[in-house]
């Protein structure tokens, strides 16, 4: 449990760091930017007050040539004069891109959007006069409106990385975890083997004795659960075997198994469906996941209380849910619990629900989860496999 509070911190820390860079990087960007967008409006209004000293000296019913040669050569900003007799003085767009009042209107509207429009106007120093040569509306230059998808083709290349270096993690993660397994179930399995070939030599031996035979039929029983789960601990190693089953007679024969083996202080309950439901299953491995719910509800109930089992039949799916009304889960834990190494016990290897979401997803493709749960009042377990 402190190895996983420690990863999670870890964890959380690598995120708001990246988080934070991230962050200051698309800040950078954004003050560049508007770094980049003030000089281009510093530069516009320049070249407009060097057209209002030109219009000074000549006024005439076209711009003077000299004009266009000084606002083409100052900026690549696109831009239309409208003078104040209507003529416009197009620059830095198509010859057609205006033909019409419609167009003229779109681009006084898309213009007006990116950047305020200059007046050209000037005082006669003799009259006191207010002269109006028109209105200059200009966008932003081809520069910089590349410059606006910058921090979105940043986040994209970011999301990439981080994809890659996650699945690079989480495969090798995987990879681990997969050799932990193999190893771990391979060694219990051969542990397991060696004690129970002895007992059962010790069971025929006591039947040659001619010991009471409810002894000796208690005493094949739990050999027969000693085989069980060395078999299961010989599947968990290696990829089982899946063949149809009807998930309620095997959810019936784990449930009549650890009634009959539990306190009787645990009320046990089972709804299950009256006709079979068939699904691809190892019954062996789905059995040892259901052992471990219900033995997991049982230590949240400290050994009393109500615990149910449903099996719910849906048109292509089959859920079994096991319910308690022990201390329940915060929500925090909800996907923490399925860690390896994650207990609240204070004993315990953390393995078990590691283990039962190993077999529902990696080996039955199906699904395992906290479907509910409240501090003080219970938790629901849910699995979800497809139906036949």
């Known amino acids: 449990m402190l190895y996983s509070k420690h990863r999670q911190l870890i964890r959380w820390g690598i995120i708001l760091m990246s988080f934070v860079i991230i962050s200051l990087i698309l800040w950078n960007t954004y003050m560049f930017f508007q770094e980049f967008k003030d000089e281009e409006?510093?530069?516009?209004?320049?070249?407009?007050?060097?057209?209002?000293?030109f219009q000074k000296s000549a006024l005439d019913e076209d711009i003077n040539p000299v004009i266009d040669l000084i606002i083409t050569s100052e900026n690549s900003n696109p831009m239309f004069v409208v003078n104040?007799?209507?003529?416009?003085?197009?620059?830095?767009?198509?010859?057609?891109?205006?033909?019409?009042e419609k167009d003229l209107a779109d681009f006084i509207s898309t213009f007006e959007k990116q950047n305020t429009?200059?007046?050209l106007e000037y005082t006669d120093p003799t009259t006191k006069e207010k002269i109006d040569l028109g209105q200059l509306y200009y966008g932003d230059s081809e520069i910089l409106n590349k410059l606006k998808y910058y921090p979105l083709a940043l986040l994209l290349i970011i999301v990439l990385f981080g994809t890659v270096v996650y699945l690079f993690y989480s495969s090798n993660k995987s990879a681990a975890q997969n050799k932990l397994w193999t190893g771990m179930a391979k060694e219990t399995a051969h542990q397991i083997g060696t004690p129970l070939s002895s007992l059962i030599g010790w069971a025929e031996l006591l039947k040659i004795e001619q010991v009471n035979p409810e002894y000796i039929k208690e005493i094949e029983k739990d050999i027969s659960r000693l085989q069980t789960i060395t078999e299961r601990f010989s599947k968990i190693g290696s990829v089982p075997t899946l063949e149809p089953c009807d998930i309620v007679a095997e959810t019936q024969s784990t449930y009549d198994y650890l009634k009959t083996r539990s306190s009787n202080l645990i009320n046990f309950s089972l709804h299950a469906p009256s006709t079979p439901v068939y699904v691809q299953l190892n019954a062996q491995l789905y059995s040892w996941t259901l052992e471990?719910?219900?033995?997991?509800?049982?230590?949240?109930?400290?050994g009393k209380?109500?615990?149910?089992?449903?099996?719910?039949?849906k048109e292509k799916t089959v859920k079994i849910k096991v319910i308690d009304i022990g201390k329940g889960l915060a929500k925090r834990e909800f996907n923490t619990i399925f860690e390896p190494g994650y207990t609240s016990k204070k004993r315990g290897w953390g393995l078990g629900l590691s283990l039962a979401k190993r077999i529902i997803e990696d080996f039955h493709k199906g699904k395992i989860k906290v479907k509910h749960s409240e501090i003080g009042k219970g938790t629901t377990m849910q699995i979800t496999l497809k139906s036949l």
């Open 305 to 313: 209380g109500d615990l149910t089992v449903i099996v719910e039949a």
């Open 117 to 119: 429009p200059i007046n």
């Open 84 to 100: 104040s007799d209507g003529k416009l003085s197009v620059h830095n767009l198509e010859d057609d891109a205006i033909t019409s």
């Open 41 to 53: 409006a510093q530069k516009m209004n320049t070249w407009a007050t060097a057209q209002i000293e």
């Open 292 to 302: 471990n719910l219900v033995k997991n509800a049982i230590d949240a109930m400290r």
